[in-house]
């Protein structure tokens, strides 16, 4: 456990039950956790950062996943699918992350969120209901690629949003409801948070006691917000994925101009 007072821990315990929260309703729990472990841990290399946020998040995410696979249908077998293609794909932006400005990369996805944001708004009936019609090979194929190896990609080059954009993603391509996008994203993000626990691990880049506390704090707040996700339903959560859609961009927003 790093030299850090009892205050502190109160408040990143707090930021892990409200980041487990978010993430299992639509996503983007990182976009609170990640800041609160930096202003925690303000001497720590970032290796340690990153590790022990994986380590919080993958307990909270695994959570939601189980909760969710219980009360709404999930097609597991695909969700795999997805996230192995997805844990390929953070490898690959991951090796690629220092060649590639980010400051080029922010304008570009700020301009995708805001689209993002105008479909939601304007298309109320977006993942309010799943659609009839089965799915095609072709399109599974297609998801695999771009909700997997591309936000895979994307999450090791660039990373804030992950879950969201998958939520997205998912509810677009396979014509997911938003709750059971909601659901098979944790599924993936299971995935993709294993890989990169495990290289964070083999480094030794972990601060193990203080994730474990915050962790149960994380899992605590997945399993009642995945509950919550349930109960009220579509609607719910195009309210928080549009308030979380909008924290995205203003991030984004300040990291390139702020």
């Not at 007072?5 to 707090?14: G, P």
């Not at 720590?44 to 909760?67: H, R, S």
């Not at 090791?156 to 994203?185: E, I, K, N």
Request: glycine share 14%; proline share 4%.
């Amino acid at each position: 456990m790093p030299d850090i007072s009892t205050t502190m821990i109160i408040v990143l315990c707090t930021a892990a039950a409200a980041a487990g929260w978010i993430d299992a309703v639509v996503g983007g729990g990182g976009l609170l956790l990640l800041p609160a472990l930096l202003l925690g841990l303000p001497h720590a290399q970032p290796g340690y950062v990153l590790g022990t946020n994986k380590a919080v998040a993958i307990v909270g995410t695994a959570g939601a996943a189980v909760t969710y696979a219980r009360k709404t249908p999930v097609d597991v077998k695909l969700a795999v699918r997805i996230g192995l293609a997805a844990l390929a794909g953070s490898i690959g932006g991951a090796a690629l992350a220092g060649g590639i400005g980010k400051d080029t990369m922010r304008p570009l996805i700020m301009g995708v969120l805001v689209v993002v944001a105008a479909v939601v708004i304007f298309k109320p009936g977006f993942g309010a209901a799943p659609s009839a019609s089965p799915v095609s090979r072709k399109r599974v194929l297609l998801t695999i690629a771009l909700a997997g190896l591309g936000i895979g990609f994307y999450d090791g080059l660039v990373g804030p949003g992950t879950g969201t954009f998958l939520v997205l993603a998912l509810t677009a391509l396979l014509h997911l409801d938003l709750v059971a996008a909601s659901a098979t994203a944790k599924i993936v993000n299971c995935c993709t948070n294993a890989g990169a626990l495990a290289m964070f691990a083999y480094q030794g880049t972990v601060f193990w006691q203080l994730a474990a506390l915050m962790a149960v704090f994380n899992l605590a707040g997945g399993m009642v917000g995945a509950r919550m996700a349930l109960k009220k339903g579509s609607g719910f959560v195009r309210g928080v994925l549009l308030t979380v859609v909008g924290a995205l961009v203003v991030k984004l927003g300040l990291e390139q101009w702020g």
